[in-house]
């Protein structure tokens, strides 16, 4: 009965001991490996602004009035002469799926972004010899941008499981920019040419680095993915290309248009920083 007893001790105190030490490994390991396919981010740019005035001339015939009232040539091309040139903010959320982990992971995803301009528009009136001319409004007026993506991504991320916390990544695919200029009234702004209102396609490019941070708080990393299965949390940052043109030499927009031109629109091209979270589950 005792010696019974002894190897029941023997049994639980080998268990406790082996128990622990999983616990005290699972809290100093730098990454512990928790299987996920799926990847979710969030992203910003404080520098976001398209290149709607690439290529065009100044205002020949745009005023604004100084203190008092007389005229002043703006000299500035369309888009600047109306938003300015500070740059905006833009927004954007990705998912993707992995389809191959190995020597790093290879996917899909797909992704939606939002930016917009405010400014102040111009009135058309006759001057004193008969001509056209634009004077600066007080009517207040936005510029609106909502992007479509669908790319392919590569990570490095090969070595996270030894602890090295920083994955480079690239990621490549098609945009589809939907704008409109929109009055203060809410109406859409009527232009020159027609409706300011337009659908953009072409490609984008981006080059980054994701920075693991479980590390801050291993426990709160395996609680989180333990409760709401988040496998790993990444600080985000990367440099985005965008050729977003309806221009003849834009192959892309020949493919998305049957092999036509189409409408020539606005220029919304740009390159620009940007940072966020990204979470893999």
């Known amino acids: 009965m005792k010696q019974r007893f002894a ?3 023997a049994l639980a105190w080998v268990g406790l001991i082996s128990s622990s030490a999983r616990a005290q490994e699972d809290e100093e390991s730098p990454r512990p490996e928790r299987p996920h396919l799926w990847r979710a981010s969030v ?3 404080t520098v976001y602004f398209p290149d709607a ?3 065009l001339a100044p205002l020949s015939n745009a005023y604004g009035t100084d203190a008092l009232g007389d005229l002043v040539p703006v000299n500035q091309p369309p888009f600047e002469a109306v ?3 500070r740059h905006r903010l833009l927004m954007e959320g990705e998912l993707e799926r992995d389809l191959w982990q190995g020597f790093g992971s290879v996917g899909v995803g797909a992704g939606v972004a939002y930016s917009e ?5 111009y009135h058309q009136v006759e001057d004193s010899s008969g001509n056209l001319i634009y004077i600066k409004s007080s009517d207040g007026t936005g510029f609106h941008l909502i992007t479509a993506k669908l790319f392919a991504t590569y990570r490095f991320d090969y070595f996270v499981p030894d602890g090295i916390p920083v994955v480079p990544y690239v990621k490549g695919g098609l945009d589809w920019v939907v704008y409109w200029e929109q009055l203060s009234s809410g109406a859409i702004t009527q232009g020159t040419s027609g409706s300011a209102l337009g659908l953009v396609t072409g490609l984008e490019a ?3 680095l994701s920075f693991l941070i479980d590390f801050i708080d291993p426990l709160i990393a395996r609680d989180m993915y333990t409760d709401l299965g988040i496998a790993h949390s990444y600080f ?4 985005t290309w965008q050729d977003i043109q309806n221009d003849p030499s834009n192959l892309i927009h020949k493919i998305f248009n049957s092999g036509q031109n189409g409408p020539s629109t606005l220029n919304l091209s740009a390159s620009f920083f940007n940072f966020g979270i990204e979470l893999e589950f």
């Open 53 to 55: 005035d690439k290529g």
């Open 7 to 9: 190897g029941v001790l």
């Open 206 to 208: 981006t080059a980054g």
């Open 43 to 45: 992203r910003a740019s």
């Open 236 to 239: 985000t940052a990367g440099w």
């Open 117 to 121: 301009f405010y400014g102040t528009g």
């Open 83 to 85: 938003f300015g040139t």
